[in-house]
């Protein structure tokens, strides 16, 4: 088969139903690229030498450009022309990238532009820096493993699985990209076995996390206190801007990018949340709800979190800021909230509407999410010990009014 080779033609090659095939490129007569049957394209070319053809490897693509086979097809047909061609070093000799060097291809072309987290999954990777020096193929399994155990060991089983999840993301990538013809990982089973969670707060404790955060002041007491009422998660949260909300109408939109799910998200807000942000500090010139400088979204975490164990006298290791949603979650199906509803507060992907539905109502489940979300303010309000300390909650909780609990909005400067 004769085509101009094109990037986007060599992208449409279909793998090899059987046997493997060639196309040869029309600008440069020799050039050919082979398609094996996993999908594989090996850049060849061809040339009579010494009374006999000769099938020289260049390179795998796309880790070598059209452009670069070109001019590397070039330098072996003009030597073979001048006689310069060196058989002993050029026969299908090809240059095998380094595991270090595979890595920063991995996370630009795959990860940045799937995963949210990429960059988790660039730190993840750097477990294995040891191996940077490998050339691709010749990392074998019990590499992996060994680099596995020592996390292990290290205390962080769960990381391991972690590390393991994206390391065979990478080689299944390297094995498309024809880097390697096989896996060394295939069908390694994760260091650890995980149980799913099912910490939730208890009453007390959870009463107990609200007064502590009073004592931290702006941002991090206005953080935890929304990541109690709203049941988001963490990063969602932290990340807030001021652009996404609509405070007359007590609405948080969360968009697309900033979902873990990638599906824009409407938060109702409770008058709690709202006489919450209303004491929020806004800093001119920044859009973020929290943040120290203006330019980026709080951090510390684990540091906000030793502070809150002390305080309350939780174990560390036995609760995660996540575990607010799931108490969240828990209360609200004990105040008879439908599951359907309390995933669409969640943001879960089995309570979005899908398909056509999800395009024309982005509004979704809003007036039952938003009672959800006032039971579960009240509900909380409501807990025995709630006004006992701080003044925090007290300024910002008004009276009673027809029945339901109603709070008055104050601004601080």
């Given at each position: 088969m004769k085509k101009r080779l094109t990037p986007k033609t060599i992208e449409a090659l279909p793998p090899a139903t059987g046997k493997r095939y060639e196309v040869h490129d029309l600008l440069l007569p020799g050039l050919h690229v082979r398609v094996s049957s996993n999908g594989r394209k090996v850049f060849y070319v061809s040339k009579r030498f010494n009374g006999r053809m000769k099938r020289i490897k260049i390179g795998a693509w796309p880790i070598l450009s059209l452009h670069d086979a070109r001019d590397e097809a070039r330098r072996i047909l003009r030597d073979i022309e001048l006689g310069q061609f060196d058989e002993t070093t050029s026969d299908e000799k090809q240059v095998v990238p380094t595991f270090g060097e595979v890595v920063p291809q991995f996370i630009e072309l795959y990860a940045r532009p799937r995963t949210k987290d990429w960059k988790g999954t660039e730190r993840i990777l750097e477990k294995f820096s040891r191996l940077n020096t490998r050339p691709i193929d010749q990392v074998k399994r019990a590499d992996i493993v060994r680099v596995l155990d020592?996390?292990?060991?290290?205390?962080?089983?769960?990381?391991?699985?972690?590390?393991?999840?994206?390391?065979?993301?990478?080689?299944?990538?390297?094995?498309?990209?024809?880097?390697?013809?096989?896996?060394?990982?295939?069908?390694?089973?994760?260091?650890?076995?995980?149980?799913?969670?099912?910490?939730?707060?208890?009453?007390?404790?959870?009463?107990?996390?609200?007064?502590?955060?009073?004592?931290?002041?702006?941002?991090?007491?206005q953080f935890l206190w929304l990541l109690i009422l709203t049941?988001?998660?963490?990063?969602?949260?932290?990340?807030?801007?001021?652009?996404?909300?609509?405070?007359?109408?007590?609405?948080?939109?969360?968009?697309?990018?900033?979902?873990?799910?990638a599906t824009s998200h409407i938060v109702p807000l409770a008058s709690l949340a709202i006489s919450i942000l209303n004491s929020v500090p806004r800093l001119e010139g920044s859009d973020l709800v929290f943040t120290t400088n203006g330019v980026t979204p709080i951090s510390g975490f684990g540091r906000f979190k030793q502070r809150l164990d002390e305080a309350v006298g939780l174990d560390?290791?036995?609760?995660?800021?996540?575990?607010?949603?799931?108490?969240?979650?828990?209360?609200?199906?004990?105040?008879?909230?439908?599951?359907?509803?309390?995933?669409?507060?969640?943001?879960?992907?089995?309570?979005?509407?899908?398909g056509v539905a999800a395009t024309y109502n982005r509004h979704a489940y809003l007036d039952e999410k938003r009672e959800a979300l006032g039971q579960w303010a009240e509900n909380l309000i409501q807990l025995p010990g709630f006004h006992s300390q701080g003044s925090g909650a007290k300024s910002m909780i008004g009276t009673k009014m027809s029945g339901k609990l109603d709070f008055v909005p104050q601004r601080t400067s």
């Amino acid at each position: 088969m004769k085509k101009r080779l094109t990037p986007k033609t060599i992208e449409a090659l279909p793998p090899a139903t059987g046997k493997r095939y060639e196309v040869h490129d029309l600008l440069l007569p020799g050039l050919h690229v082979r398609v094996s049957s996993n999908g594989r394209k090996v850049f060849y070319v061809s040339k009579r030498f010494n009374g006999r053809m000769k099938r020289i490897k260049i390179g795998a693509w796309p880790i070598l450009s059209l452009h670069d086979a070109r001019d590397e097809a070039r330098r072996i047909l003009r030597d073979i022309e001048l006689g310069q061609f060196d058989e002993t070093t050029s026969d299908e000799k090809q240059v095998v990238p380094t595991f270090g060097e595979v890595v920063p291809q991995f996370i630009e072309l795959y990860a940045r532009p799937r995963t949210k987290d990429w960059k988790g999954t660039e730190r993840i990777l750097e477990k294995f820096s040891r191996l940077n020096t490998r050339p691709i193929d010749q990392v074998k399994r019990a590499d992996i493993v060994r680099v596995l155990d020592v996390i292990v060991a290290s205390g962080a089983p769960f990381r391991a699985n972690r590390a393991l999840a994206a390391v065979k993301k990478l080689m299944n990538w390297c094995v498309d990209r024809g880097m390697i013809e096989m896996s060394p990982v295939t069908g390694l089973r994760p260091p650890t076995k995980e149980i799913a969670r099912d910490r939730v707060l208890s009453d007390d404790e959870l009463i107990a996390c609200w007064h502590a955060g009073e004592s931290e002041g702006y941002p991090f007491a206005q953080f935890l206190w929304l990541l109690i009422l709203t049941g988001q998660r963490r990063g969602e949260v932290s990340g807030m801007r001021w652009s996404e909300l609509d405070i007359e109408k007590r609405l948080w939109t969360l968009p697309a990018k900033r979902a873990k799910n990638a599906t824009s998200h409407i938060v109702p807000l409770a008058s709690l949340a709202i006489s919450i942000l209303n004491s929020v500090p806004r800093l001119e010139g920044s859009d973020l709800v929290f943040t120290t400088n203006g330019v980026t979204p709080i951090s510390g975490f684990g540091r906000f979190k030793q502070r809150l164990d002390e305080a309350v006298g939780l174990d560390a290791e036995d609760w995660r800021f996540h575990d607010l949603r799931r108490t969240m979650a828990t209360n609200m199906a004990m105040m008879r909230v439908q599951p359907h509803i309390i995933e669409a507060v969640l943001n879960h992907k089995t309570g979005i509407v899908s398909g056509v539905a999800a395009t024309y109502n982005r509004h979704a489940y809003l007036d039952e999410k938003r009672e959800a979300l006032g039971q579960w303010a009240e509900n909380l309000i409501q807990l025995p010990g709630f006004h006992s300390q701080g003044s925090g909650a007290k300024s910002m909780i008004g009276t009673k009014m027809s029945g339901k609990l109603d709070f008055v909005p104050q601004r601080t400067s």
